[in-house]
């Protein structure tokens, strides 16, 4: 059975940090779904990039009758781009804070870059006693985890599942690898890092 990731985007996401995951993930032959915060599916990147998601955030997280720990029972993982501006779009988002609080509880993986980390899943409590790295400057606002200047950070959970953090756009092909080994295999993301020549 493939494995399963939604990517939340919302307006103003870093489009390196979102299409470089789920590009390499797609490769990997992972199920991507990728849900935009809001009522369109076409978001604008921090570029004025527009990307066409595949389904509203508001589908997976709860509304229509399901609950929000039902969908993220369907996932795997969920990734959350950078840029700030969109991630501050998805920190403000209930919807996406019920499924990332959801995910974590459950024991899947929560995979965050650049300003992600510090804006998105630390206010939210997910960060606490973990080890992360974010963009770097947005560490300073985090307290009660160690921040790592590492281009990607792996926390695993002992029972399975945990969180991966990276720094920035130039890091989203090792963070898009990391989160492949974590679901697949070592040798399926050497596999994809050498079809891609990273």
Known sequence: ??????????????????????????RADIEVTVAAAGNELTIAGSHSIPVKADVLLS??????GASASVNAAAFDAVLIPGGLKGAK?????????ALLKD?????KWVCAICAAP???????????GK?????????EDVKGATWSKDSVVVDANVGGGGFITSRAAGTAGLFAIAVI??????????????????
């Open 89 to 97: 779009n998805i920190a403000s988002s209930a919807e996406a804070g």
């Open 59 to 64: 589908d997976l997280a709860g509304l229509g």
């Open 1 to 26: 059975m493939a494995k399963k990731v939604a990517v939340l985007l919302a307006e103003g996401f870093e489009e390196v940090e979102a299409i470089t995951p789920i590009d390499y993930l797609r």
């Open 118 to 128: 510090a804006v998105v899943l630390y206010p939210l409590g997910l960060l606490a």
């Open 181 to 198: 080994e974590q679901l697949l295999s070592k040798a399926d993301a050497k596999k994809i890092a050498q079809s891609v020549l990273l």
């Open 131 to 139: 080890r992360f790295t974010c963009y770097p400057g947005l560490e």
């Open 103 to 107: 995910m974590a509880a459950a024991g």
